[in-house]
Antibody, heavy 122, light 110 residues
Framework: EVQLVESGGGLVQPGRSLRLSCAASGFTFDDYAIHWVRQAPGKGLEWVSG????????GYADSVKGRFIISRDNAKNSLYLQMNSLRAEDTALYYC???????????????WGQGVLVTVSS | QSALTQPRSVSGSPGQSVTISCTGTSSDIGGHNYVSWYQQHPGKAPKVMIY???KRSSGVPDRFSGSKSGNTASLTISGLQAEDEADYHC??????????FGGGTKLTVL
C-alpha cells in the first residue's frame, strides 16, 4: 500500500524556519517525482514545489522561491521541505503528493499524504 | 505564475450535468496537454479524477470527462450523484518545472 506521511509542522514565529519531512512507503521511491502542495484554511490548493526522481529537475512557486528548498533522500525514501523566512501567508496544511512519472513536467499526482499543519504567527 | 480561474461554485440536481471551467494562459493550459482535475471532500486529501486533459484515473466513473479548448479546460460531470458534492480543483503544468492550480470550485448537488 502506497503511503506518504508528513511530519515536522507546528507553530512558528514569522521570520523563523521549519523543516517538513515526508516518509514514503509501499512503492519504489526513486521511480517517481514528488511535489509539495499546500492549502490555506478555507482556500484552494497551491502548488509549492516539485522534485524529479533524481533531484535533477526542481521547481518552485514564485511565492516561495528563494525561501523554501526542496530535497529528497532516495536511500531513506524521504522528501523534505526546508522553509525559511516564514510569513503569515505560509500558514497552511502542507501535503506531499506523488507524481505518476519520474519527471515533474506534468500535473498528475496520484497519491497524497494526509498533510501537516504549519501555522506562522507571533 | 497566476492561479487558474475557476468559478467559486456550481450546482445541479441529481441526474443533471454540470461543467466547471478553468481558464489559464498560453503558458499553462494553452501550452501543454497536462491538465488535471482533483476532487476533494471536506477534511480529505485531493483525489485525481482526470489527467492529461481528458484521461480518467483508474476507478473514476465515465460520468466524469475532461476537455480543453485554447486556454480553457473544462470538467463535465453527467448524471450527478449526491456523492459528487465536493470541491474540484483544476491543475496545469506551467513550464519550467512549475505547476499551477485553480482556486477551486464548490459543487453542490441540490
Amino acid at each position: 500500500e502506497v503511503q506518504l506521511v508528513e511530519s515536522g509542522g507546528g507553530l512558528v514565529q514569522p521570520g523563523r524556519s521549519l523543516r517538513l519531512s515526508c516518509a514514503a512507503s509501499g512503492f519504489t521511491f526513486d521511480d517517481y517525482a514528488i511535489h509539495w502542495v499546500r492549502q490555506a484554511p478555507g482556500k484552494g490548493l497551491e502548488w509549492v514545489s516539485g522534485i524529479s526522481w533524481n533531484s535533477g529537475n526542481i521547481g518552485y512557486a514564485d511565492s516561495v522561491k528563494g525561501r523554501f528548498i526542496i530535497s529528497r533522500d532516495n536511500a531513506k525514501n524521504s522528501l523534505y521541505l526546508q522553509m525559511n523566512s516564514l510569513r503569515a501567508e505560509d500558514t497552511a496544511l502542507y501535503y506531499c503528493a506523488r507524481d505518476t512519472r519520474p519527471g515533474i513536467a506534468d500535473s498528475r499526482m496520484d497519491y497524497w499524504g494526509q498533510g501537516v499543519l504549519v501555522t506562522v504567527s507571533s | 505564475q497566476s492561479a487558474l480561474t475557476q468559478p467559486r461554485s456550481v450546482s445541479g440536481s441529481p441526474g443533471q450535468s454540470v461543467t466547471i471551467s478553468c481558464t489559464g494562459t498560453s503558458s499553462d493550459i494553452g501550452g501543454h496537454n497536462y491538465v488535471s482535475w482533483y476532487q476533494q471532500h471536506p477534511g480529505k486529501a485531493p483525489k485525481v479524477m482526470i489527467y492529461d486533459v481528458n484521461k480518467r484515473s483508474s476507478g473514476v466513473p465515465d460520468r466524469f470527462s475532461g476537455s480543453k479548448s485554447g486556454n480553457t479546460a473544462s470538467l463535465t460531470i453527467s448524471g450527478l450523484q449526491a456523492e459528487d458534492e465536493a470541491d474540484y480543483h483544476c491543475c496545469s503544468y506551467a513550464g519550467s518545472y512549475t505547476v499551477v492550480f485553480g482556486g477551486g470550485t464548490k459543487l453542490t448537488v441540490l
